[in-house]
């Protein structure tokens, strides 16, 4: 079965958000740290059973879970090897800071894992450390080669920021020549936090892809569960780049995805308003029926576009808390 909307978008992907704490400073998303803002609990590991088989049988084969910092938690690899478990799901992926990747990424790939994005903003160590207020860029790095020895699909995030990266579009193509990764552009957003921030720092992505062209990269067709994202391949390079150009006009058209807060709250778009508990839903194993009539009655609430041209924020303060 496959859920589609009124607008002809399937969705088969989901982002669990399983914590909201992180342990970085990033300036565009948490540049006071991480304080803890809600009393209630994180899902627990057989809540998120419940909720990745509630969505697997909903047609829903990728799950990606975030944060906050997923690594933050202690029992991950246990989350991991409950999503893999579930029928149907096909692929698990994590985003991470990658700060604890070199040491976790065997567990986690025993574990089901299938597919890891580090956040790298810059590979010049003083502007990691200037962005994310972590002087880690080499044990970041350490875990991606890990995690590439592992044979798990590695894809770097780095937020496009004036001033701050963009520079080094050459750094990061020359990483990927040798190593069999993607690199990805991603258009830095607004969120309620980060006004200032967005204002002196916001830069489209649509250049980088006019100079990609001009350097001879050409755009990659687009593979099965693909969401938003374009992506450039080159002869003679090992790797890919990408570009998430939320602004681009057709963008919320190929939208594939829900999100799950850490409260196990539906999320129908990065941007919307409001959040729907599905976590009474969640405390046994006969509820799965409700679980999967919520969602889908709920998905008939997903709005056509994002807004954001229009100025819509939503009332996401950062997203460390819905997990980006
Ligand atoms: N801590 C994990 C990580 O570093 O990937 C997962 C959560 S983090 C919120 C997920 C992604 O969202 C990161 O790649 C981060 O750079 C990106 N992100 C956060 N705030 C953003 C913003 N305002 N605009 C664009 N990307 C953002």
Do not use: Q
Request: hydrophobic letters at 40%; a positive charge.
């Amino acid at each position: 079965m496959t859920l589609v909307d009124g607008f002809g978008r399937s969705f088969r992907y989901l982002r669990l958000s399983v914590t909201d704490a992180c342990d970085y400073r990033c300036r565009y998303c948490l540049p006071g740290g991480f304080h803890k803002e809600e009393a209630e609990p994180p899902l627990t590991l057989d809540e998120i059973r419940r909720l990745v088989a509630g969505f697997a049988a909903l047609g829903f084969w990728k799950i990606r879970l975030t944060g906050g910092e997923p690594t933050v938690r202690g029992d991950l690899v246990d989350i991991v090897a409950a999503c893999a478990r579930a029928p149907g799901v096909r692929r698990v992926a994590l985003s991470t800071n990658g700060a604890r990747l070199a040491a976790l990424a065997p567990a986690l790939a025993a574990a089901g894992l299938s597919a890891v994005n580090v956040s790298v903003d810059s590979l010049d160590p003083a502007r990691f450390r200037d962005v994310t207020g972590r002087d880690d860029l080499a044990r970041v790095l350490d875990g991606v080669e890990r995690a590439l020895t592992l044979g798990l699909s590695v894809k770097l995030n780095t937020v496009l920021m004036k001033g701050v990266n963009d520079g080094e579009l050459g750094a990061f193509t020359e990483f990927a020549r040798a190593r069999a990764l993607d690199v990805r552009f991603i258009e830095l957003m607004p969120t309620a936090d980060n006004a200032d921030f967005f204002t002196a720092r916001h830069e489209k992505t649509a250049a980088l892809a006019e100079r990609l062209r001009e350097d001879g990269w050409r755009e990659a067709p687009r593979g099965e569960g693909d969401g938003p994202a374009r992506r450039f391949i080159k002869e003679g390079w090992a790797g890919s780049i990408g570009v998430i150009a939320p602004y681009a006009k057709d963008f919320c058209a190929s939208c594939n995805r829900l999100r799950v807060t850490s409260r196990g709250r539906l999320r129908l778009c990065l941007f919307s308003e409001g959040e729907h508990s599905l976590r009474d839903l969640l405390s046994d194993d006969g509820r799965a029926a409700g679980l999967r009539e919520r969602v889908t009655s709920l998905l008939g609430l997903k709005e056509v576009s994002h807004y954001l041209p229009e100025g819509r924020l939503g009332d996401t303060r950062h997203f460390a808390a819905i997990g980006g």
